[in-house]
């Protein structure tokens, strides 16, 4: 997981700089030179992204085809579940045909794109509703988990990987390297499983599993207006002040857990990307002018980090989403995690593919947005 | 001439003494990390234990006592206690490195391989074959690992083998994508063109020429790549798709313990501990050989 990241994040400026390459000379040649730089800048920027759409497409079909091939090659006849063992040759043909399954391969393939395309993703066997209402249904939940380990893993790595760079070599970088290190080597359903037998089972601090008590769960489904799914949010904006608490004591031990792990990357990036910008010339600059050290690193150097970091934070996040199902089952948390689970037992495939691809799509969603912003924020990868 | 002085050498007179002599350096280097001295420990402990299981351990670990079931760790000669079946937790677990080293060792020899042949064929011939195998490996990293692999199991069944199946479906893309990195750095260098000179073919060229340059990048990766395999492995077991039961599987005793978790703590807690030490251990010394073996990421 962790050398995917890397190896993404080290990557990360390649693709946009392809893209550009592919997209012909910049708009600064077509325009006169001018008022060539805000315009060319903004036609760079809509060349990269066309560049950039084109490779999401095919990215996303590829993702569709290992899904399909997924779909294919189960053992579970999916003519026979539906009409059962009983029925005759003429029955079974004409149910067969009735799904497509008839067909040539490539057609098959190209209906099942089409079908994705439209938002369906066919019936889960475990709810008997469309998958892509499930889903929309339980997303939210991880979404909120995701959202608040990455803000935990955010207020805590960003520093650490700072003081880390500050002090390299010494007690304080080996110290934040070897906590990353623990945080990397850990399985987070176990750690997650300790956080429960230790603040819920003995300190009895947070909520238990789920993401309410019992109690709560009903004044919550009744009073409270769903306008995010995010129990969080939503109970705060309807003033309920008791479930945000509530929710909040259910969300802390999850989210920790998983921010440890966006903790453990995001402060060790931070670190490498810190380490570069101290070397640089106008860091030495900002010292012989006389600037207070703690501005040169936290404001200089830190602001130049950021850029890069956007890109960072997005993978984390992705990767949390990868988390999220083992936190989940650990934790009963009812999101997306638990849903792919649960449909996996029921040998639910259309729920698990469905799932599947979903947060495929979040993954590459993430990336585009990285990328965006970076380009945006960024005026070298232009 | 003493060993030292005949591996130290500024002068080496066979090629055999120059790389000998590069990995003495190397290895001095990582001498010097005593966390990375200590991941090494562990892991030669952890493969110790595995050779020597059947001495190591205390009992059989598969045979149940029921009248035995669930006894802390230290009570009746059962240094971690027992499970839910009265089976010694610590022979399990020493049992259980065997499985574990099985999928690692699959799985670090296959993927990388494979990843390599990919890398350095669309990193030597460029245009269309490049396109066409970067495509590829970004549609694999499109994916979640662990959702990936969870598919795949799905799919196929649970049970080791496929868990090792889907762990190396998913764990080749970054290998390809680094031996793509280092083959475009020598793909136009003289020593290539010299070699293509002389009529080698491709085949050979990329085998003998371009595939050993890649190695050292390739190594360090899979070492900091094995710690995210046990954990993957272990997950696919904790959620019932890797080793089934009675194997002893750390992921798959974690799992079983999970139910006793409030009131015997130790089911649940000392097969994780195992995971965590030996990926740990794995972490430890992939951070300390990027040090030694690459210099761009050693502490300036």
New interface residues.
């Given amino acids: 997981m962790r050398a995917a990241a890397e190896e993404k994040a080290r990557t990360g400026e390649a693709p946009p700089a392809e893209a550009l390459h592919r997209g012909g000379p910049g708009g600064g040649f077509v325009l006169p030179a001018v008022r060539g730089v805000a315009a060319g800048r903004v036609i760079g920027f809509a060349k990269g992204l066309g560049g950039t759409a084109v490779s999401l497409a095919v990215t996303f079909l590829g993702l569709l085809l290992i899904t399909f091939v997924i779909g294919r090659v189960i053992p579970i006849d999916p003519v026979l579940a539906i009409i059962g063992e009983r029925a005759t040759a003429a029955q079974y043909d004409a149910a067969r045909a009735s799904l497509g399954l008839d067909r040539p391969l490539y057609v098959q393939f190209g209906l099942y794109v089409w079908d994705v395309l439209r938002g369906d993703f066919g019936t889960s066997l475990l709810t008997a509703r469309p998958v892509a209402e499930d889903v929309a249904r339980v997303f939210p939940a991880t979404l909120e988990l995701a959202t608040v380990a990455t803000l935990i893993g955010v207020a805590l790595g960003v520093p650490a990987g700072v003081v880390a760079a500050v002090h390299q070599g010494r007690w304080q970088d080996q110290t934040i390297r070897f906590l990353g290190l623990l945080g990397y080597s850990m399985p987070v359903f176990w750690l997650g499983l300790i956080g429960l037998l230790v603040f819920y089972g003995k300190l009895g601090w947070i909520g238990g599993p789920g993401r309410l008590d019992t109690s709560y769960e009903f004044v919550y489904d009744l009073d409270v207006p769903a306008r995010t799914g995010a129990i969080l949010l939503d109970s705060a904006l309807a003033g309920a002040w008791d479930i945000f608490r509530n929710a909040l004591s259910h969300i802390v031990l999850p989210a920790s857990v998983l921010g440890y792990y966006s903790l453990a990357y995001i402060s060790r990036m931070t670190r490498s990307f810190m380490l570069e910008q101290l070397s640089q010339d106008y860091v030495t600059t900002a010292r012989v002018k006389g600037v207070p050290e703690r501005r040169v690193v936290w404001v200089h150097a830190l602001g130049n980090v950021l850029v890069p970091l956007i890109t960072v934070v997005a993978l984390s996040y992705a990767y949390l989403l990868e988390g999220s199902v083992l936190t989940e089952t650990v934790f009963a948390w009812p999101g997306l995690g638990l849903y792919i689970t649960n449909a996996l037992f029921s040998a639910d495939m259309a729920a698990v593919l469905g799932g599947t691809v979903v947060v495929g799509l979040v993954f590459i969603g993430l990336n585009l947005l990285s990328d965006l912003l970076y380009r945006l924020v960024d005026p070298r990868a232009r | 001439m003493g060993l030292g002085a005949w591996l130290t050498t500024d002068t080496p007179r066979s090629r055999f003494q120059a790389r000998m002599g590069q990995t003495y350096n190397g290895w001095r280097d990582l001498v010097r990390n005593p966390?990375a001295m200590l991941g090494l420990a562990i892991i030669v402990a952890l493969v110790l234990m595995a050779a020597l299981a059947p001495w190591v351990a205390t009992h059989d670990p598969i045979v149940q006592t029921l009248k035995d079931r669930l006894l802390p760790p230290g009570a009746g000669g059962h240094p971690l206690g027992t499970d839910e079946l009265g089976r010694d937790i610590y022979s399990r677990i020493v049992y259980g490195a065997r499985i574990t080293l099985y999928i690692v060792g699959i799985v670090a020899v296959t993927a990388p391989v494979f990843g390599l042949v990919v890398g350095t064929a669309a990193g030597y011939f460029g245009g269309w074959v490049d396109t066409v195998l970067m495509?590829?490996t970004?549609?694999?990293?499109?994916?979640?690992?662990?959702?990936?692999a969870?598919?795949?199991v799905?799919?196929?069944?649970a049970g080791v083998g496929n868990a090792i199946l889907a762990i190396a479906l998913t764990a080749w893309?970054?290998y390809a994508?680094?031996a793509r990195?280092e083959t475009l750095t020598v793909r136009n260098a003289d020593y290539i063109a010299a070699a293509r000179l002389q009529g080698a073919g491709a085949t050979r060229i990329i085998l003998g020429h371009v595939m050993p340059m890649c190695l050292s990048s390739v190594i360090v990766?899979v070492t900091?790549?094995m710690?995210?395999i046990i954990?993957?492995a272990?997950?696919l077991g904790?959620?019932?798709?890797g080793a089934q039961p009675p194997l002893p599987e750390w992921?798959t005793m974690?799992s079983a313990g999970?139910k006793f978790?409030?009131d015997h703590?130790w089911v649940?807690?000392m097969p994780?501990l195992a995971?965590?030490v030996v990926?740990?251990g794995f972490?430890?010394l992939g951070?300390g050989l990027r040090d030694a073996l690459d210099p761009r990421?050693a502490?300036?």
């Fill in positions: 966390l495509r590829l970004d549609i694999f990293l499109a994916f979640p690992r662990l959702i990936l969870l598919a795949f799905a799919a196929l069944g893309p970054p994508r680094v990195a990766r900091l790549d710690a995210g954990l993957t272990a997950g904790f959620l019932g798709l992921g974690i999970r978790l409030l703590w649940a807690t994780g995971i965590f990926s740990l972490n430890l951070d990421s502490p300036r």
